[in-house]
């Protein structure tokens, strides 16, 4: 067992903490106060970098690496913060990995080098007014029309929303009750009967759009459809990977909040000397450390250990314990930043209390931190436990 990261890796990990240090901050920040997205040049240059493909399929401009990579270049993007990471979170380890995954050879061909090359975007499209974590009530309903499938229903909470390209869309394929009818069918923005609710305004996020999306009649063509009827447990396989990606992004808010506190409290004085010399200081930041490094190896171990399962993707065990955790951690570690910096932690220049908005996010994103749990103690077990009942 060997805690090293390669030299490969390595050199990986430099180039991004290089790139989002010398590239990123003045973005991050403008993005915050404006709350937009990632603009298409900042974009292109994620691209042409190969931010976007780092374990997407060589054979469609992508790095080929592994898992791991691709959490070692999120985590640096998202210590500069959330919202400029998002891009490379969802092409990494989102719904572009469903795609690549479940998708056709022709669909492949087509949105991947987009992605890859910062070109095009793409979300999930899955939960409703009344289906989030009983996602099998979904009601959006895509009908068989013979040559197309024709798409009506209302979308909740869709991150990037407005700003994607494209979406893969949870819907229902057939009559089938519960996860028996749900399939999912990739959706053009560009599509007519495609529209937008207006930008959430949320508590954090600010530079990630949330936007409700309504189809209307929309005509998606067979060759879009990702997964048939009956494929919702295809999807929900995926979600390993999403569940490391979302930790990551917790993780790295905590690693940056932990750097930003270590230097203050060398450099801010009391009493005639650095703070960091008061015992109560040294307690929270010793805490702040364990549980950023800890947070660490969970995320890594499940992106490590991915290679050697059958279809090449975390554990609903080591995943869920991954995101759980980091999500527990991040929301504690940007607090106690924000209480060793005092009146500068509360301050907006300085980004910490961003941190802590930010933060409170993940625990919500892509399964609670309480339905984590339920995995967990589910896997532990050896059988599903079933809520309706």
Known sequence: MDFRLTEQQR???DAARTFARKELPDLAREM???DFSVPADMMRRYGEMGFLGVNLPEEYGGLGLGHLEALLVLEQFAMISNAVAFPVFEALVGPVRTLERFGSDAIKAKVIPQVVSGEATVAVSMSEPDAGTALTDLTTR???EGTHYLLDGNKRWTSGAGHARYYVV???LSDAPG??????????????GVSFGKREQLMGFRGIETRDITFDGVEVPKENEIVPAGGFGKLMSAFGLERCGNATQSLGLAAAALEQATEYVQEREAFGKPIVDFQAVQMRLAEMAMQVEASRLLIYRAAANAEHNPDGLPS???SSTAKCFANDIVRSVTANGMQVMGGYGYHKEYGMEQRVRDGFAWGIAGGTTDVQ??????????????QRR
């Open 179 to 192: 996860a028996k009818g749900i399939g999912a069918l990739l959706v053009d923005k560009e599509m007519e």
């Open 316 to 318: 609903v065990y080591e």
């Open 142 to 144: 895509a009908s068989d």
């Open 11 to 13: 050199e990986l990990q």
């Open 373 to 386: 749990k339920t995995n967990i103690a589910a896997a532990i077990v050896g059988r599903r436990f079933d």
């Open 170 to 172: 949870y819907t229902r």
């Open 32 to 34: 915050e106060e404006k």
